[in-house]
């Protein structure tokens, strides 16, 4: 991408799921004729491959190319592989995969190219994650959904109001990211896993025991996986439902 160096430049991070979806659309929409506008996307080896065919159709929607975002230090794009070097998977405090592979590549993306301000697919119900990130890791934000009141029911609603189909992932999960992600305590999240996914909740097993790394919150404490007993029930998180942004899209509509 040409760069304007008389304009400020947004990088906007796009994850393959619908919220940093909608906060690319609106990102450019409203900067792109005042602002050069970077689409970067950190490549994980274990989110499901129909993320690709989403982030085809995310690049023919905004009309931007999406750059692909590496910590080239780590020569790999590949949890896994970054669980089994650090011999640690996570804890509350998160996971080695998040601060070498995203995080890392951010840092790189930063020195690579000037970036003025970002933008993160925080919806309004995670002004705390926004708070958070910008008072410990970048001030420069936009928060664009939350200025703009979308919910993630918003976001979801808003991509298939414009004819795109969602990551399948969501059919059985609450996000786009990493399959059998570690981050998850969540014994409702970790039975979808084993339920949808039973090879993928048996690797995470057996590594996690391998690593002494106890990924799942049962009745106040960690446990393993392979703990975790067929029929313990969780508090559900959040799925697609119909909102306003069903019955009135305000953006165009992608034509196949």
């Given amino acids: 991408m040409e760069i304007d160096n008389s304009k400020e430049t947004i990088a906007v ?20 004729e005042t602002h050069n506008i970077l689409v970067l996307n950190n490549p994980i080896d274990e989110e499901d491959e129909d993320n690709l065919r ?46 070498l592979l995203k995080k890392g590549a951010r840092h790189e993306a930063e020195l690579k190219y000037k970036i003025d301000w970002h933008v993160l697919g925080f919806t309004k119900e995670e002004e705390h994650r ?21 919910s993630k029911s918003d976001c979801f609603n808003f991509i298939l109001s414009a004819g795109i189909k969602l990551p399948r992932v969501y059919e059985f999960l609450d996000n786009a990211n990493c399959i059998g992600c ?27 025991r391998k690593l002494k790394c106890k990924l799942v919150k049962y009745k106040g404490k960690r446990i393993y996986l392979d703990e975790l007993p067929l029929d313990a029930k969780g508090r559900k998180g959040s799925r697609p439902e119909c909102s306003i942004f069903c019955q009135l899209p305000n953006h165009k509509k992608r034509v196949n």
């Avoid at 799921?17 to 450019?28: D, E, P």
């Avoid at 080239?72 to 804890?91: G, H, L, P």
């Avoid at 958070?132 to 959904?145: K, Q």
Wanted: charged fraction near 25%; aromatic fraction near 14%; proline fraction near 3%.
């Fill in 182 to 208: 570690v981050k998850s305590s969540g014994i409702d999240y970790w039975q979808r896993v084993r339920k949808h996914y039973p090879e993928i909740f048996e690797k995470r097993a057996v590594l996690s």
């Fill in 54 to 99: 989403f982030k085809k159709d995310i690049e023919e929607w905004i009309g931007i190319k999406i750059i692909e975002s590496i910590n080239t230090e780590q020569n790999t794009t590949s949890a896994e592989v970054i669980w089994k070097r650090r011999k640690f998977m996570a804890n509350n405090k998160g996971a080695p995969c998040t601060m």
């Fill in 13 to 32: 991070w796009f994850s393959c799921g619908a919220a940093s979806a909608v906060a690319t659309y609106l990102t450019v929409e409203k900067y792109k």
């Fill in 130 to 150: 926004h708070k958070r990130f910008t008072t410990f890791e970048r001030t420069n934000v936009i928060p664009i959904l939350i200025e703009n009141g979308f």
